[in-house]
């Protein structure tokens, strides 16, 4: 008989729209777990009610399986119920934004694929049977790097199901993974982004286009920058944080995570000159935002560079997608927002800036994208580096009063 998980649920409203408030019982703690109903408050009675029995059954169901699995031997468990199990485990390892690629590449291929197949377990699965998982992946038409993420997940997963003694080997250990894809980003020229910064100048988001154009940092880096980790005086600045954007059980988050891609990644580099003047004209403006919207602006970010003008956290989805329509709007040449990091490299670079000089400033672990080398960087080569991008600001007309 499949157990009953013991829980107990009520409806409520959020920002206008109704949630199943599921309160359970998960490691001896009662846990509030939300789950939309698709409706919109003030919905008629009967339809609350029907979505709320649909949501919470199907809640119960998850609950129930979950339970099962729990009691059954590793090694016996199919392919994607394990998958289940190694992510809750190893949740509390894994970033937010690397937990929310695994639920989907879990919830998508590995469920469609593995849960036609309950035959193959976490003890049978041989090498011929993820060969197959990966013709199927590649009859989708995806790219040998998609196949390549898939394959890193499944290794880590049946890696600890080793380490665990669940079986006696890595069957993903026999396979050779598809060759990576080698992908070469766009850049913009020097005058096409100066383009870009003139048109953007008044633009929400143009603190992330400036801070990823001229200093290169990666978007989650930009938005998660801060006033406080600037040194003024030796126009330096820290990144020691990045904002990540997630969906975890149906909630969309916004979190600030003090941990970075990887450790050179918390790094400091030095702001150009020009860049300096601009960074203080974006402080202006969130202080003339600050008087102008008094009570409803959010106090909250105040140290973060990349706010709107009522002091909210840039949302990274929001910069991409708004970005591209800059571009439409300006009738410039599309290019990703990611790629105006490639643009500040590839400047870099077109000025005979040492390559050790362009990884050290972008964050690299190592140079392995320009060059099999890890070396590391005086402020001294830095300075160099920035002022090589001062020659994009100096042509932008600085003293422009803000709007």
């Known amino acids: 008989m499949t157990p009953t998980p013991n829980l107990s649920a009520s409806v409520q409203a959020k920002k206008g729209r109704l949630y199943a408030v599921i309160q359970v019982k998960k490691n001896g703690k009662m846990t509030g777990v939300w789950r939309s109903l698709e409706l919109p408050e003030g919905s008629p009675k009967t339809k609350i009610n029907k979505a709320f029995r649909d949501v919470v059954g ?26 289940h199990i190694y992510l809750e485990k190893a949740r509390g390892s894994l970033q937010l934004n690397t937990i929310r690629s695994y639920q989907n ?18 003890s049978t699965l041989k090498a011929a049977d993820i060969n197959r998982f ?52 766009d850049h913009y020229s020097k005058e096409e982004l100066h383009a870009l910064l003139e048109v953007a100048r008044d633009d929400p988001i143009y603190p992330a286009i400036i801070l990823a154009g001229c200093m290169g940092l990666r978007r989650s880096e930009a938005i998660g920058a801060k006033w406080s980790n600037i040194d003024w005086e030796t126009r330096h600045i820290l990144l020691d944080s990045k904002v990540v954007e997630v969906t975890i059980d149906d909630q969309h988050m916004v979190e600030v995570v003090s941990k970075m891609k990887n450790e050179s990644s918390h790094r400091t580099i030095v702001i150009p000159n020009e860049m300096v003047e601009a960074l203080l004209e974006i402080k202006e403006r969130q202080e003339l935002n600050k008087k102008m919207f008094k009570g409803s602006y959010n106090r909250k970010n105040d140290d973060f560079i990349c706010t709107d003008q009522f002091g909210e956290l840039l ?19 599309h290019i990703r927002f990611h790629d105006l990091r490639h643009t500040f490299a590839s400047i870099l670079l077109s ?26 960087l005086d402020m001294s080569n830095k300075e160099h580096t920035a002022s090589v991008m001062s020659d994009i600001l100096a042509g932008m007309n600085t003293t422009k009063a803000p709007k």
């Open 351 to 376: 000025n005979r800036t040492e390559l050790i000089e362009v990884s050290k400033f972008l964050g690299h672990s190592t140079i392995a994208t320009t060059a099999n080398i890890y070396a590391h």
């Open 134 to 185: 990966y013709e199927y992946l590649f009859s989708y038409d995806v790219s040998a790097n998609t196949v390549i993420h898939y394959h890193v997940v499944l290794h880590r997963a049946f890696k600890q199901a080793f380490k665990d003694e669940q079986i006696d080997s890595n069957p993903f250990d026999r396979i050779d993974h598809p060759k990576k894809e080698k992908f070469e980003g």
């Open 58 to 83: 199907r809640y119960e169901e998850e609950c129930a399986e979950e339970i099962e699995r729990n009691s059954r031997p590793i090694s016996q468990l199919p392919i994607y119920d394990y998958m």
């Open 105 to 122: 590449m879990i919830e998508g291929k590995i469920k469609a694929y593995f849960s036609d197949r309950p035959e193959l377990t976490v």
């Open 315 to 333: 949302r990274p989805n929001y910069v991409t997608q708004h970005y591209r329509l800059l571009l439409e709007k300006n009738g410039l040449r």
